[in-house]
């Protein structure tokens, strides 16, 4: 071993200082904050920097060490409620008794029944997956996805791989939508002022009704439409305009991305959509832009952001500018927390130093204009491969500025292209509800048209849009669940889902993209939007199919018609239908004004609104999966809460938990406050999408009627994102917001192993780039030197043989900003259950691959580092060693295996696993579900029972389906019987929209996931204890500028 | 006396799940319709994929469709009693519920497909179905019985072409037997799985 201590630059996780070194209880926030430096400091020795899961743990609370110190949170192993495994044995034996054994009874049921198709579906063979392309809207674009369906049973979402955006990658929302599809809360029945009818007396009366309105032409017949852009419905509301032509269309979303659009009128002249190119970005600047998390196009954004985050290609860097820690924010390489409204001044100040004639630099403090200064550098060394975006929070002169800057650098066509906006005939944001609530109040409005997403609950608070339609004396809402708006609605008509009917629509690119339904709607109730667009035609009903065939046999002409439908419909999308790049100019000379446009900033304490990264705005409240999911940053699930910084929760006195009282423009919201680090001072940031009435049982919090808070109810017209003027009251309330990753640590002192090299116990790895380069070996070394350690575990004997594989995994922490979309995915592809807020609070969370986030440095400037983690199957695994039922052991390829049936529940294995990966049944969690939740489930993979262990399995049904495809080949001669590279896909792998995750056979030195490992940035997690994992984690390398981290050449990171 | 009994009953216990009866085997089951393998088979020597469809593509062999028994019954003995069932199920396009007999654990994950493309033939597992009246399970089923072929394939195996052959016999000699099963193993590259997850996911 020749690597001294000192000469070590990695950061590496730090293990819990002792317990003498916690701070003594004082009252007041601001006396832990500089007790809480002081620990910092302690524990941060010359190997690296300190890494933490929570500000309690940072500070090492009184309460934080008590909870730590067993290794399964409270409540872990309390003996569950109901019928228990010995109850169920007595009863056995006593009805075994009653029966007789001696009575012939067979081990197997014996009138189970086959059901035979009358005609069989073309190309459908019983078990054998099939793929169909489709799409599902967000806001008005189409994301192009392929779903997997056993027998016409839709159970699993994936990106479409042939669509230029989607690449065969989603998101968390995507994967998750398909239990919309199943949802047992899905509205099923038309409602006439919330009485159940049939739609047939919807129809009855509503079809005449409009025949009186085209006296007038449809004067006082409006439409609030979800924002879309498909040419089948603008054709069928075309013809809507000939038979109405006075009727009048609105479009609305409560996250409208209009300010892009807006943005790029004001800087070029004309409305356009920017696409930005982040394999081209040598240097990206964003103005609250978390591009890798939010947008249609984020997907594209995180593939290619992230293939320039390998030390072995030309790095890039970004620099963060945001009020809330983002998604986005934890790839940062440099972050900057301002307020939101301090957004543009930053622009502005960028512009100047940038050069941009005719912007002035503001006044900053010192530090921030040095930020702003070094950033600028970059970005003029960078030319045209660097580049401004913002965010669409932001309004649209900060857009204009942007890409003045990047046209001054001259990125305009290499790192940024326009193309015309895809929503580009209404506008979509608060304007448009204006002008619908204007004509309401003045009785201009007789007949109402709601697809948009439920404006009772979206829509700004002042807008009173519930008292509005109240004036309208017939409003017709179409919606998938029975929210708030079909409660006040006239007339409801349940919706289809995306998979149970025809349509189109454009991606965000242009592209024509085509949804195609997997199943026939599970209910007969619901009507899709096309066929309720019809009966404002007065014309014969036509299903969804034909309206959508109709409409692109009028629009390319009969001539081949059918030979380019089936191809259209089988790719899913239309080749080349992307708008064309747009030449834009200008954006310097619009500068001046842009700045003009600024919003004042204001001071005060300022109220910022998030679109949830876990529910959206809403839309996907009714989604168990994604409730459950962590919020990325704050790891919170069932909930919302105001974040707010450490300093600001020093100076208003709260802590977490707390709940305060938000008071802004005389409206007052309840909230639990979370403490969230290197949230911006001054700032309260609160996620949109919950407290929606109306919840479902098992989707309530504890003491209320819903989930979370409603944050719309402060969201005003001239704030829909964020505002100065909020008043904080505390109150004596608290309550306890759900954390996952508190409970499964891994940390734990150093083992005397490795302290020799180093005081801090390496899991989630950083280094800088500049040291990588120089030291690369160095680096890694203390690491790979652990795997000659002595250990208690036998080696395996090494498993050869023909055919058989090694599988392993390799995960790129540098890839990752913890967007769960690979977590949901496992979820759905396993039949991992949702198992609610009171057992995620008992460390009873069943999710098989988790998100840990670890933050690092200052409390108040804290970055981040995300790790997605699930079973690492170890070649001498601790957990096979104290099994003893012989449920969890090894494969000849390298697997380690959980054997279900043989698993009698004595939790020896969770207990001996150092990585806190495997997951146990304490309930039923399964069974209860309703007959079309049962249909979601992936029938490749056994749904578990209570009492059971189970864990990651490398998707071993994917595996067996590769090999069987794969042997059968090779018996009929064809190709060799080992299964290629490539072939197993795992299910968050194909999620990743980033490829941070890779799988393979680690035997072949040829594949991805050889190389991978090969690679100097890979280890092994935990590698001290011997435990030779097979997936392996590799270091995520960060890009920081050295004018900014001056000790970053020589020294040790950052402290 | 308190050893012996619960001794007894525990082997007992183990004794008869080890019984073709607790195993379902020898069974024949009453079938919504009285179909007759003897006579499809034997008679007049349909072969087993006609019906059964895709158990060359995928895990299961596929139950035929009411189309399929209608392709040749629209023509021949359209005026049959027994086929009462199978008209009236086809003209009112409603699925036939047949008795399932080979009834594997739902843990158990089996497909057809690689078993019948690697030379194992249905005989193997299915026995003669061709002197079936009512189709019954022959074969226990049971993990060991699965186990005992995967360690040993060979004497299972037959040339792909007889895979549906009901007669087809290995040679007769030992030593011709064992040069078969070599020169089969090698040519469908057959190296059976014994790992857990080969069978449970």
């Known amino acids: 071993m020749s690597t001294k201590p000192d000469a070590m630059k990695l950061n590496v996780l730090a293990s819990q200082p002792s317990v003498d070194a916690a701070p003594e209880q004082k009252d007041g926030m601001d006396v832990l904050l500089e007790t809480g430096r002081a620990a910092a400091v302690e524990s941060e020795g010359a190997h690296g920097k300190s890494y933490w899961r929570s500000i309690e743990e940072k500070l090492q609370t009184p309460e934080f060490l008590e909870s730590t110190r067993g290794e399964f949170p409270v409540g872990a192993d309390l003996p569950p409620s109901g019928v228990v495994r010995r109850d169920f044995l007595q009863l056995l034996g006593a009805s075994m008794a009653l029966a007789g054994i001696g009575t012939a009874c067979s081990t197997r049921p014996s009138d189970e029944r086959m059901v035979s198709y009358t005609k069989v579906p073309d190309s459908l063979a019983p078990g054998v997956p099939q793929h169909y392309a489709s799409a599902l809207d967000t806001d008005g674009f189409a994301s192009a996805i392929l779903v997997q369906a056993y027998e016409g049973r839709p159970v699993k979402i994936e990106g479409n791989p042939e669509h230029p955006i989607a690449n065969g990658a989603t998101n968390t929302f995507d994967q998750a939508r398909l239990m919309d599809l199943y949802s047992p809360h899905r509205a099923r029945s038309t409602r006439h002022k919330n009485k159940d009818v049939a739609y047939n007396t919807f129809t009855e009366q509503f079809v005449p009704h409009l025949k009186s309105l085209e006296a007038d032409g449809g004067a006082k017949l409006h439409f609030l439409l979800a924002p879309h852009a498909s040419p089948s419905l603008m054709g069928l509301e075309e013809r809507i305009r000939q038979r109405f032509p006075n009727a009048r269309f609105h479009s609305w979303t409560s996250a409208s991305r209009e300010s892009l659009t807006r943005g790029a009128e004001l800087a070029f002249g004309r409305p356009l959509d920017p696409h930005y190119d982040f394999s081209q970005a040598d240097v990206v600047f964003s103005l609250d832009a978390d591009f890798l998390q939010r947008g249609p196009e984020a997907v594209r954004h995180m593939r290619d952001f992230s293939a320039r985050r390998d030390p072995n290609g030309t790095f890039n860097r970004l620099y963060q500018v945001e009020s809330t820690f983002s998604p986005t924010g934890v790839l940062a390489d440099h972050r900057l927390r301002v307020r939101s409204a301090d957004v543009a001044t930053i622009a502005q100040a960028l512009a100047a130093a940038v050069g941009v004639t005719g912007v002035s630099a503001p006044s900053l403090s010192a530090e921030q204009q040095k930020w702003v200064d070094a950033a600028a550098a970059d970005l003029r060394a960078a030319g045209l491969k660097g580049v401004v975006l913002a965010g669409e929070r932001q309004p649209p002169a900060v857009h204009a500025l942007a890409h003045a800057i990047t046209e001054q650098l001259g990125g305009i066509g290499t790192t940024v292209r326009f193309t015309e906006p895809v929503l580009s005939r209404f506008a979509t944001g608060p304007s448009s509800l204006q002008t619908l609530a204007q004509a309401i109040q003045a009785g201009e409005v007789d007949t109402l048209f709601i697809s948009a997403h439920d404006p009772v609950y979206g829509a700004p608070v002042d807008l009173g849009f519930e008292e509005l339609l109240k004036k309208v004396p017939n409003t017709v809402y179409t919606s998938l669940f029975e929210d708030a708006t079909a409660r006040a609605a006239t007339w409801f008509v349940p919706a289809t889902h995306a998979l149970e009917a025809w349509g189109d629509n454009r991606s965000v690119d242009g592209t024509i993209t085509f949804t195609q339904p997997l199943i026939n709607p599970l209910y007969t109730g619901v009507r899709s939007l096309p066929e309720l667009y019809a009966l404002f035609l007065a014309e014969p009903y036509r299903s969804s199919y034909q309206i959508l065939r109709d409409h692109w046999l009028g629009e390319t002409g009969a001539a081949g018609f059918q030979a380019r439908w089936e191809i259209w419909v089988q790719k899913g999308f239309q080749e080349n239908s992307a708008y064309p790049e747009v030449e834009a100019s200008g954006a310097t000379g619009a500068a001046a004004r842009a700045v003009s446009q600024l919003p004042t900033v204001k001071e005060g304490l300022e109220l910022n609104f998030r679109v949830s990264d876990q529910i959206g705005d809403g839309r996907y409240f009714n989604n168990p999966y994604l409730q459950e999911s962590p919020e990325p940053l704050t790891k919170i699930v069932w909930d919302n809460a105001a974040l707010v910084s450490p300093r600001t929760a020093a100076r208003l006195n709260v802590k977490t938990n707390d709940v305060v009282e938000l008071v802004y423009r005389g409206k007052t919201l309840e909230a639990p406050v979370f403490i969230l680090p290197s949230h911006a001072d001054e700032a309260i940031t609160v996620a949109l999408g919950y407290g929606q009435t109306g919840a479902f049982n098992y989707l309530r919090s504890p003491g209320s009627e819903t989930v979370g808070f409603n944050a719309g109810l402060l969201r005003h017209q001239d704030a829909v994102w964020f505002d100065s003027g909020l008043e904080v009251r505390t109150t004596r309330k608290t309550y306890e917001l759900v954390q996952t990753q508190t409970a499964w640590s891994m940390e734990e002192p150093v083992p005397e192993a490795l302290k020799p090299l180093s005081r801090v116990r390496p899991i989630a790895l950083e280094a800088t780039l500049a040291s990588w380069k120089s030291d690369a070996k160095k680096i890694n070394e203390p690491l790979r030197h652990l795997t000659e350690r002595e250990s208690l575990l036998k080696p395996l004997p090494p498993k050869t043989g023909p055919g058989v594989q090694q599988w392993g995994m390799a995960i790129d922490l540098g890839r990752c900003t913890g967007c769960n979309a690979c977590v949901i995915a496992c979820q759905v592809e396993n039949n991992i259950p949702v198992v609610g807020r009171d057992q995620v609070k008992r460390g009873r969370e069943m999710t098989w691959l988790r998100m840990d986030r670890y933050f690092s440095g200052e409390l108040e400037d804290a970055r981040a580092v995300v790790q997605a983690i699930a079973c690492v199957h170890c070649e001498r695994a601790p957990c096979e060693y104290v099994c003893p039922v012989n449920a969890t052991v090894h494969s000849e390829e390298g697997l380690n295996v959980m054997v279900y049936n043989r698993c009698v529940g004595t939790r020896y294995c969770s207990n001996n696993c150092p990585y806190k990966v495997r997951r146990f049944n304490y309930l039923h969690y399964s069974t209860g579900k309703t007959p079309t939740e049962r249909m979601s489930m992936n029938p490749d993979v056994t749904v578990r029972a209570r009492g059971i262990m189970e864990k990651c399995t490398y998707c071993v049904q994917r595996i067996q389906r590769a090999r069987i495809a794969t042997r059968k080949a090779a018996a009929g001669g064809e190709g060799s019987s080992l299964i290629p590279d490539g072939a197993v896909v795992t299910a968050c792998q194909q999620a990743c929209p980033s490829q941070a995750i890779v799988f393979g056979d680690v035997a072949d030195p040829e594949t991805r996931v050889s190389k991978l490992h090969a690679d100097a940035r890979s280890y092994r997690l935990l590698n001290d204890l011997g435990t030779l994992p097979r997936t392996r984690h590799l270091v995520r390398i960060n890009n920081p500028n050295p004018a900014l981290e001056p000790e970053a050449p020589s020294g040790s990171d950052h402290h | ?201």
């Open chain 2, 1 to 201: 006396m308190l050893v012996t009994i619960p001794a007894l009953a525990l082997g007992g216990l183990m004794v008869w799940v080890r019984m073709p009866d607790a195993n379902n085997q020898f069974h024949p089951y009453e079938q919504p319709v009285q179909f007759d393998h003897r006579h499809h088979v034997a008679d007049e020597g349909i072969d087993c994929r006609y019906c059964h469809t895709t158990v060359e593509d995928g895990p299961s062999a596929g139950i035929p469709s009411t189309t399929v028994c209608m392709s040749c019954h629209a023509q021949i003995w359209q005026k049959s009693p027994y086929l009462t069932e199978v008209r009236e199920k086809f003209f009112n396009d409603l699925p036939i519920r047949w008795v399932r007999v080979h009834n594997l654990p739902d843990h158990v994950y089996f497909d057809h497909s690689i078993h019948v493309n690697k030379g194992v033939g249905c005989v193997s597992c299915h026995g003669r179905v061709d002197q079936m009246g009512a189709i019954e399970q022959v074969a226990p089923l049971t993990m060991s019985w699965c186990l005992d072929c995967h360690r040993n394939p060979g004497p299972n195996l037959r040339p792909v072409e007889e895979i549906t052959s009901t007669t087809w016999t290995p040679p007769a000699e030992a030593e011709a037997r064992t040069a078969l099963a070599e020169t089969l193993m090698e040519q469908y590259d057959v190296h059976p799985r014994v790992s857990c997850e080969t069978c449970h996911r």
